[in-house]
């Protein structure tokens, strides 16, 4: 409860997630299998902390995993292994950075940015989230996998960079690669 009010708190719309168990998402509430990793309609992600102390007081056998959903509040880019610590080790991401997140072992990392986002993004390591899309907050697992921040909101400043400026900083990378 306390990662869905602090998110919430930042401004990005928080909405309760299903479990991971036995290959499947589950109920929190008692382990039977969902339809949608989302517990609630996508629509109804809030940043209300009276409604999110609500929807993660609800008992169970776990808690909820902390869904965040993309879109006029928060937006997302998916960044392959490859490109993420070259734009985290750039000298303007260290100036303004953004909350990354990750799950261990995967080759994917996904940056948070502030809308707009960029309509087109001319990259093979990097693509732009649509809207929509919900997108898991630490600390929230699938299974034993667990969701990580690689830059914490409070590195960060508790700041979205502008989707913009990220998505400028990877095509000076694809640029630079192509020459």
Partial sequence: MQAALAHAELGWPVIPGAIWHDGHFAS??????????????IKAATTDAELVREWWSTPGLHQP???TVTGPEVGAFAVAESLVMTLA?????AGLPTPVLAFPNMPIAYFLVRPPMP???MSDEARVMKAGMPMPLP??????TPVIWLVTPEQAGNRLMPGDALADLIQSYEK???A
């Fill in 28 to 41: 929190p509430v008692d382990e039977l299998p969902v339809t949608s990793p989302c517990l609630r309609p």
């Fill in 176 to 178: 630079r690669k192509s």
């Fill in 89 to 93: 080790d750039d000298p303007w991401f």
């Fill in 65 to 67: 995993n902390v869904f």
């Fill in 119 to 121: 309509s087109v993004l």
């Fill in 139 to 144: 600390p929230s697992a699938l299974e034993t």
